[in-house]
Each structure stands twice: as C-alpha cells, then as structure tokens.
C-alpha cells in the first residue's frame, strides 16, 4: 500500500497523560499537513512540513501541541497533558510540490479519545 | 479571511437521480484552487474534483461536475445518476496562502435504493 498511514488508528488515554501519533506520506511528497476534525465539523488546519522545515502552525496548535518531521520522512504529533477538549480525529495529508501539489492526499487518521 | 460555507448539513437522493451540494466561499485572493471531498463512513477522505480560478470552464469527472460562479463565490457540486457507494460526507475545500485547506462544515449526503 503506498498510500498515506497513519498510527495509531485509535488511542484512548486518561486527561494529563501524554499521546504521540505518528503519520507515514506517500514517499515522494515533500509536503505534509496535519489537521483536527471534531464530531460534525470540517477538517483545521494545524501545521505543516516541507521535508523537514515546520512552516506554518495555526493558532489551534497551543504550546502543548509539538510537531517533527526527521529526516523530511514521517512526521510525529505528540499532545501534551491531554485535555478532554483534544478528542478528534487528526488527519494527516501529504502533497507532492510543484503544480501538482494541489491535490493532498489523506490518511485514515488517528481516533483520540481523552477520558 | 478565507472562509467556506456549507448549508446543507444533511441530503438525500434516490439512486440513479442527480443531486446538487452548495458551497459558498470567501477569498481576497486573485486566483485560487476549490476543491470537493468526499469522506465515506469510516474510510478516508478523498478527493472528487476541483477548480481552478482562473479556469472559465467547469470542472468535470465521470458522473462529477461543479457550477462554479466566480462572481458569486460559489462552488457546487453536481452528482449525476447517484450510485449508494456515493454515500458519504462530502466537504468543499478552499486552498489557502500556505497549501493549507480550509473546509466547510460538510454535507451528509444518503444515497436510498
């Protein structure tokens, strides 16, 4: 399967505790997105990479919000001292650049549910 | 700001009959990209279409087409000869100054047999 993965798929954790998700693009895309979808909402916007430089984080990413991409390979969101209000989905999308790069590419996302 | 808008929260159509989502947007920019996606119960979000600005001509793949009114700032969807594996939720996306996309709040869309 060469499409975008992400890991895991579900995580359940107790307020306080610490969670990282993980995100695999599509190998050749230089362009990653993260975002948030809550129940019945669109896709937010959260941050994003070209290869390994964060260039943008939007102000729904507090200071408990961290995101990395070594290597300008796969990227890991880890969310700090979970708060009941970060259960969402969190989606992550890669895109080639160049005139292509208009079309992102989604993975199955990571359920989280903060208890 | 940019900003998407989506007012039909919930559709439903026969199959085999045609269906038109709305989607109105917000955008200072001289040219940009909208796109639809569609998001089917429990499964990944895909992309159905999209437009380019500065394209007159609609969009068009297979049974997808958009009505896209660039004075209007309107972008809808048009789904022909619906088909049940159309049952989904479908969102209309406006590419933002980053590459970002910004989403509207998606319409639920019930394909009936």
């Known amino acids: 399967d060469t499409g975008v993965s992400q890991d895991p798929r579900h995580k359940i954790t107790k307020r306080g505790q610490n969670v990282t998700f993980r995100c695999d693009p599509i190998?050749?895309?230089?362009?990653l997105y993260w975002y948030r979808q809550t129940l019945g909402q669109g896709p937010e916007f959260l941050t994003y990479f070209q290869n390994e430089a964060q260039l943008e984080k939007s102000r729904l990413l507090s200071d408990r919000f961290s995101a990395e991409r070594p290597k300008g390979s796969f990227s890991t969101l880890e969310i700090q001292r979970t708060e009941q209000g970060d259960s969402a989905m969190y989606l992550c999308?890669?895109?080639?650049?160049?005139?292509?790069?208009?079309?992102?590419?989604f993975g199955p996302g990571t359920r989280l549910t903060v208890l | 700001a940019q900003t998407v808008t989506q007012s039909q929260p919930e559709m439903s159509v026969q199959e085999a009959e045609t269906v038109t989502l709305s989607c109105t947007y917000d955008t200072s920019e001289s040219n940009y990209y909208l796109f639809w996606y569609k998001q089917p119960p429990s499964r990944q979000m895909i992309l159905v279409i999209r437009q380019e600005a500065y394209k007159q001509q609609n969009a068009t793949e297979n049974r997808f087409s958009v009505n896209f009114q660039k004075a209007a700032k309107s972008f809808s969807l048009k789904i022909s000869d619906s088909q049940l594996g159309d049952t989904a939720m479908y969102f209309c996306a406006l590419r933002g100054s980053q590459g970002n996309l910004i989403f509207g709040k998606g319409t639920k869309l019930s394909v009936k047999p």
């Open positions: 999308a890669s895109s080639p650049t160049g005139e292509a790069y208009n079309e992102q590419f």
């Open positions: 190998s050749e895309h230089n362009r």
